[in-house]
């Protein structure tokens, strides 16, 4: 196994960018485009409305023809017909004519105006018009809503149900978006069981595997949890091998043992290339990424909080990358809301939980479940300081 | 067919509250717990950890053994044994006795402290240690992360990666959550089809049924599309019957026309009863709620921007309520981008956009689409209101 120097984390993020992972495109079904984000520019194919559309309920006009309409002179025109919405009218409007129109209806050839039926009276065949109509009078033009051409949705955009309601709007039944990356999950450790099952003396149950995976579900990549890895070459090996098989990207959660990081190591060095072993953060120092087939493979340790905040810094991005949502942002600015103490010469994060203007640095330890659970996300805290300050600024990047 | 005052807002959300729905439980593996709502209080069944852990690779010792310990008189243990993480320790240490351990390892009985190897020598079958350590020194008791007992996760909690985790990490394989309500969509309209195909004139894409069934998934519902009604009663009537019988609410948006009100509202007096037939709102006057079988029937305005006020101010709190979300804040104060008017006597909701702490009315018409997909949410003017200045502030109530 190669030696291989624990390097700063932009390196470590240069290496990831490099992956051979692009972003895919698929297309799926509008009714199952929700959550889902847009491979493309959508310009709108039609006008929308796709026709001159009576908004009102009455009667449909040569608005010329009512010019010369008042209280006293009112302008009587022959209706001669009737719209109704859905209806495709052959009528074509002659100077004098009027028709019935419903709200939604296609107007008629000639027409260019909808006198409401209150304002009118109807007599027989006749329409009685008492004030002029203007042209385009509860009349919604063709393309006035979204015209033809239009620029609707940006590549990039996570659709929501007005996201998904606008493609309908505009015909579309099918929509590119970025393929959800399949990520393999496999935890570690003899001592480690999943629940549901007895706890023996000395075993733990499961919590990076659950927390991996669903953070995985949560960025919108598609998580298939692979189980535990007993500390042998063999039960590792396996399991490695059916991440590389069925996923793109293969998520490891060290157990509390250090054998397993040299394991994984090897394993990596005997299937495909250790690309970094080690990166100068803490936590992070264990983390180990690899290469196998042109699938990047990540050992993160532990204990949860560092694999969580080693996932938030390293595989979130790539995530984020291959589901098209580069440009998000996952930071806040708060004031430090007491003291904190670090180690010169080490670049640390620190797990804060917010509570309004304020980052809540969680002291527990990074043994601790609950201090991952009680944070909301970390502070980054530089090799040159050794004090922050409460009230300083700090930038807090969310978990995930 | 009855005729129906047109009510209050308040007098409307009330028959809502009183129809008989309650939230309903069900039990999910934790697999598919994410982004689900706890039904129930949970409380930690197990200590965190289960046992004595060692947190560091090194030698488990008798604190006592090493309190006479110093650089020019080191201590010297005898190491009996090795413990790594997943075993079930049977060595109980004596005095003058160590084991090593491994990170993540249950002390042996006798133990309870663990030096770090790094702080000692090993000579054989004997370690040297040169300082003392005291009691709990690289040991998480038994319960120092989460004891039996304590209080985890509330009830109505959304279920986010982390409480996932926590819940593994305590042994639950399942856990107790709200169903999700089934609710039937229908569209309406004779100019309406769905997307996918090609427009006749005088025809108009399906909006509202994708934004009504992706907005009830948003919510944490299940949205079952059943389609378009005609205009007439047995299109509608069917589908209604259908919806009824495959969901636990059923949601019906209006088309352009005000036949289909008529008829929807004939049809519910039908088959079961109509509570509300119009609320003193705009939009909202054509709202009708009615009940068949206890079942909540909602016909909803046609318009989009309406029809999604009037989802999010009647039906989006009875799905909160049905999910135990009820408690769920989606509204935010913001300043009024500039002046808007309203009618004297009437109660309006109009769409805004947020634009930092500015609320920018959007004043393009109920009848675009455009309207509210430019908008986040919209604002409420009272009756008693005619000018909202510039500036002035106001209650953002986000749709959803």
Redesign the interface.
């Known amino acids: 196994m190669a030696f291989l120097k624990v390097v700063p984390l932009e390196e470590a993020l240069k290496v990831i960018d490099s992956f051979p992972l692009k972003p895919e495109i698929e297309e799926v079904s509008?009714?199952k485009a929700?959550g889902r984000v847009l491979a493309e520019d959508v310009v709108s194919p039609?006008d929308?409305?796709?026709?001159d559309?009576a908004?009102v309920?009455g009667y449909a006009v040569r608005a010329e023809d009512t010019f010369m309409a008042s209280e006293s002179e009112p302008v009587r025109l022959k209706v001669i017909g009737e719209i109704?919405?859905?209806?495709?009218?052959t009528i074509e409007l002659k100077p004098g004519e009027s028709v019935y129109i419903?709200?939604?209806?296609?107007l008629p050839k000639g027409a260019d105006a909808v006198i409401q039926f209150e304002d009118v009276d109807r007599e027989g065949d006749e329409v009685v018009i008492y004030k002029p109509a203007y042209p385009s009078l509860g009349v919604?033009k063709r393309g006035?809503?979204?015209p033809k051409g239009r620029s609707l949705l940006e590549k990039g955009t996570r659709l929501?149900?007005?996201?998904?309601?606008?493609?309908?709007?505009?015909?579309?039944?099918?929509v590119r978006v970025f393929r959800k990356p399949k990520v393999a999950v496999i935890s570690t450790?003899?001592?480690?069981i999943?629940?549901?099952t007895e706890?023996?003396?000395?075993?733990?149950?499961?919590?990076?595997?659950?927390?991996?995976?669903?953070?995985v579900?949560?960025l919108g990549g598609e998580a298939i949890?692979l189980g535990i890895a007993r500390?042998d070459r063999e039960s590792l090996r396996e399991l490695i091998l059916r991440g590389v098989e069925c996923c793109d990207i293969v998520l490891l959660s060290g157990?509390?043992?250090?054998?397993i990081r040299d394991l994984t190591s090897s394993i990596i060095e005997e299937l495909g290339e250790v690309k970094i072993h080690g990166i100068a953060i803490q936590p992070g120092k264990p983390t180990i990424i690899g290469l196998i087939n042109g699938k990047p493979i990540f050992g993160l340790p532990?204990y949860?909080t560092s694999c969580l905040t080693n996932f938030t810094l390293l595989v979130a991005p790539l995530l984020r990358k291959l589901l098209g949502r580069e440009n998000e942002v996952r930071k806040v600015k708060k004031r430090l809301a007491h003291k904190v103490f670090s180690v010169k010469g080490r670049r640390q994060f620190l797990p804060v939980r917010i509570e309004g203007e304020k980052a809540v640095p969680i002291l527990?330890g990074s043994?601790?479940?609950?201090s991952?659970?009680d944070a909301d996300g970390f502070i980054e805290v530089s090799e040159n300081v050794e004090i922050l300050e409460a009230g300083e600024e700090v930038e807090v990047t969310f978990?995930?």
Not at 48 to 51: D, L, R, S
Not at 84 to 89: L, R, V
Not at 255 to 259: I, L
């Open positions: 509008l009714e929700l039609i929308v409305p796709p026709f559309r908004t309920d109704n919405a859905g209806d495709t009218p419903s709200t939604g209806a296609p919604m006035a809503d979204i929501g149900f007005k996201e998904t309601a606008l493609l309908s709007a505009v015909g579309f039944s099918k450790g003899n001592e480690v999943l629940p549901g706890l023996k003396y000395g075993q733990i149950y499961d919590i990076n595997g659950r927390a991996i995976a669903d953070a579900r949560e949890f500390d157990g509390a043992s250090g054998g532990g949860p527990k043994g601790a479940v609950t991952f659970i978990f995930g």
